[in-house]
């Protein structure tokens, strides 16, 4: 009978109790605790978490008979119901099983019905549940004063520990305490009642425990030098990380017991610091910041500010800015630029342009709307440069950045016609959370896991290669600091990022396995010139570095050596500094480079060649001869001249070859005309009530004429570089093709919309 209802479903006596949730540091430290549903404070924890001397503690004082009985002990049941009806002083006989009974169910037990009531439910109990259940469940639903219930609540208000760490003379105090809390814990009496109970309880384990003699002189110490509190209430408990606790709140509300990754130390060093910050830039209307680290190692938050002041409601004090969609500005460039190396567009040398450009109806701009011409990549990532990053960002495929962003489960996210190209400049919206993922994802070799603040098992997957992360990484480490000028000396890589119209300033960077975002702005979306990313938010993530470097709460110099270094497929090679391809004999300026083998563009430079001149009358010829000399010459194309030319930095014109020359001398297919618009893989919208036409451009090194034709049909012609407008007659897909003087020619593929 008893096996068949022990066997028969039941509910976890955890579950008929409503219980608090603790939220605790990476140190164990609590940071939280919050109220149970019946306005207490309960923690529940399971028996083999609290010290082996507290539970022999509390049945030796309450029911030392316990393991034998079955829920009631009739012997000191009628030693009790004696003394209480003879005159002498009342007498409880309840076990631990009538005690939890009572609590568990509201029985009145001072009247005989209730104690009878009380009795039959305590059998119900032991019939139903292990004595094991049962004393877990009674150790948890024990009054320690106020509304204070539970060994572990107990320990913690009391004692500033877990219940597994209680020692014997803190669970003697604690065992006491639940027979009579409102008078044991009296201020009146100076806990005189608990220090008479405790007494009496250790001398009587003396005799069953001689060995703990020991602790005779801790037991002989009073009990308010154990620092019991006065008056439990809120404000006795700690409430650290609000933001970050409320986040672990919503997503962990049904548990008791929330292990966090959090240093406080950490959370306390962003706090004071962005607080100094804020007093020492009132004057420039900043008033709010939100800051996040993370550890890419352990994939835990170390430290998070979701406002600077939780308790100011002029600023919207209590949202969460880490988790609030805000658009991101320049910090998404680094991925463009690890996608187009994983796709064998670029390497770190390679020369991309930064000159006025349009893409299809989209003609961004760079911040300080200046243009500085050729550039390479890894200076156009460190300089922040718009035009470079959108154009490789029109000719990224499988991924494009909008893949790359879905695939790292970015929520939100609209069509990707919806964001076009504005995409690579922030055009779209991320949480601090997404963005320090993926940033998390560059340190963690291009392995991406989904933000989580807590360890979950979240599947881990590539979304770059671990050749790119690195170089992406490599290269925003020599991105100089804004205070010194130079790059970090402890190898950060970081980036800035102002959203349009200056409503976000953003500073986001990898520190060895740590990653740190900064953003200043406010929550209602106000703009403020000072909200620009090099100049609000780069000051304050490197004073909070600093800051954590001193107290050593990063990691270590030779960590951080061990962190940068290259993986093995990685290598280095040298190329030439002008063009970025691989040198030729004729070019003498080298640099180095990273190189992915079998991605990384392996083009041989062809833009120094050699040139003969003869003497006599300094005119080009075919080749060497005796009254001949030669000169090393760039042959850059018409586009490249051009944009020299804007940057104030001139280069020669190449010399034209006599026509003579045509069957000797080979043109390479660098003279090949190549169209820069209209791009691939734009669909051109041309408006009905305001049509525009659509500008038709091709570089070519022959300088020559160059001829434009739409499917079959000619459009016009013009010299190389120049630009032709055209205007279709209807919509659909062109093939457009350029064809130079010597026949050499380039198409393209563009689709027409027309729209009212």
């Known amino acids: 009978m008893l096996l068949t209802l022990r066997l028969f479903p039941k509910p976890a006596l955890a579950d008929l109790i409503p219980h608090s949730t603790a939220i605790y540091a990476a140190d164990s430290t609590l940071l939280r605790l919050t109220l149970a549903e019946d306005a207490q404070y309960q923690l529940w924890v399971p028996l083999a978490d609290i010290a082996p001397n507290a539970i022999e503690a509390a049945k030796h004082y309450e029911d030392r008979y316990f393991d034998w009985h079955f829920g009631v002990n009739p012997i000191a049941l009628l030693r009790g119901i004696l003394r209480t009806y003879s005159g002498s002083s009342r007498q409880g006989a309840s076990t631990i099983t009538m005690q939890l009974a009572r609590g568990l169910y509201g029985i009145d037990s001072r009247s005989i019905l209730g104690k009878v009531k009380q009795i039959l439910a305590a059998i119900w109990l032991e019939c139903r549940y292990s004595k094991h259940e049962i004393l877990e469940a009674y150790l948890n639903i024990a009054p320690y004063g106020g509304n204070i219930k539970g060994i572990a609540t107990a320990s913690l208000f009391y004692f500033n520990k877990p219940a597994s760490r209680l020692n014997l003379p803190e669970a003697m105090t604690l065992a006491v305490i639940p027979q009579n809390p409102n008078k044991r814990l009296s201020i009146t009496n100076k806990n005189a009642m608990l220090n008479e109970a405790r007494t009496r309880l250790w001398r009587d384990w003396l005799n069953s425990h001689p060995q703990d003699v020991q602790y005779d002189a801790d037991m002989a110490l009073p009990a308010k030098s154990l620092k019991i509190t006065k008056k439990i209430s809120s404000s006795n408990l700690p409430f650290l990380a609000p933001h970050f606790t409320d986040a672990l709140l919503a997503e962990n509300h049904r548990q008791s017991t929330i292990q966090s990754g959090l240093n406080i130390h950490a959370q306390a060093t962003l706090e004071r610091m962005i607080t100094r910050y804020i007093a020492n830039n009132k004057n420039l209307g900043i008033n709010n910041v939100s800051a996040m680290l993370f550890d890419a190692k352990t994939m835990q938050v170390k430290a998070l500010v979701g406002s600077a002041d939780y308790f100011n409601p002029e600023i919207d004090g209590q949202v ?147 050749e790119s992360a690195y170089i992406t990484l490599d290269m ?46 406010n929550f209602d979306g106000k703009p403020n010139p000072a909200f620009i990313g090099i100049k609000s938010a780069a000051p304050l993530f490197f004073q909070i570095l600093d800051s954590l470097r001193h107290q050593r709460l990063l990691n270590s110099q030779s960590e951080l050596e061990l962190e940068a270094m290259p993986p093995r497929t990685l290598t280095k090679v040298m190329v030439c500094t002008a063009s970025g391809d691989l040198p030729n004999q004729y070019c003498s300026k080298l640099s180095e480079t990273w190189f992915i083998p079998g991605k990384s563009p392996i083009k041989v430079s062809t833009l120094h060649r050699p040139v003969y001149f003869d003497n006599t009358t300094n005119q080009v010829v075919c080749g060497a001869g005796v009254n001949t000399r030669e000169e090393i010459i760039e042959f850059w194309d018409s586009d490249m001249l051009r944009l020299f030319r804007e940057a104030g930095m001139p280069r020669r014109i190449p010399p034209t070859l006599p026509p003579e020359c045509s069957n000797k001398t080979k043109q390479t297919t660098d003279d090949k005309p190549q169209i820069t618009s209209p791009l691939k893989g734009v669909v051109y919208t041309i408006r009905l009530s305001k049509p525009e036409a659509i500008a038709l451009k091709a570089s070519s090194g022959g300088l020559g004429t160059i001829y434009w034709f739409a499917d079959n049909s000619f459009i016009a012609k013009s010299e190389a570089g120049a630009g032709v407008p055209w205007s279709p007659q209807q919509a659909g897909h062109y093939i457009l093709r350029v064809v130079d003087e010597a026949g050499q020619a380039d198409n393209r593929e563009v689709a027409v919309e027309f729209v009212p």
């Open 476 to 521: 925003l480490r020599q991105n100089p600091r804004p205070d010194s000028g130079e790059p970090d000396k402890y190898k950060t890589a970081w980036k800035t990022g102002t959203s349009w119209g200056f409503h976000d300033a953003w500073t986001i960077g990898v520190s060895g396995n740590n990653v740190l975002a900064i953003w200043v702005g």
């Open 320 to 466: 969460n800015g880490t988790a609030a969609k805000r658009s991101p500005g320049s910090t998404l460039k680094p991925f463009i630029y690890g996608l187009a190396m994983d796709q064998s567009l670029i390497h770190p040398a390679s020369i991309l342009k930064d000159a006025p450009t349009s893409f299809g109806p989209y003609s961004p701009e760079n911040f300080d709307g200046r243009f500085v011409g050729p550039i390479t990549a890894a200076d156009a990532l460190i300089r922040s440069r718009n035009i470079p990053a959108v154009s490789l960002a029109s000719r990224l495929s499988q991924p494009s950045l909008y893949d790359f962003l879905k695939n790292a489960g970015v929520s939100h996210l609209k069509s990707e016609s919806h964001y076009g190209l504005a995409l690579a400049l922030g055009g779209g919206e991320l949480t601090m959370e997404e963005l320090v993922s993926l940033y998390a994802m560059l340190a963690n070799h291009g392995r991406f896991k989904p933000f989580s603040l807590t360890r979950d098992n979240s599947p881990i997957f590539p979304l770059l290669s671990e």
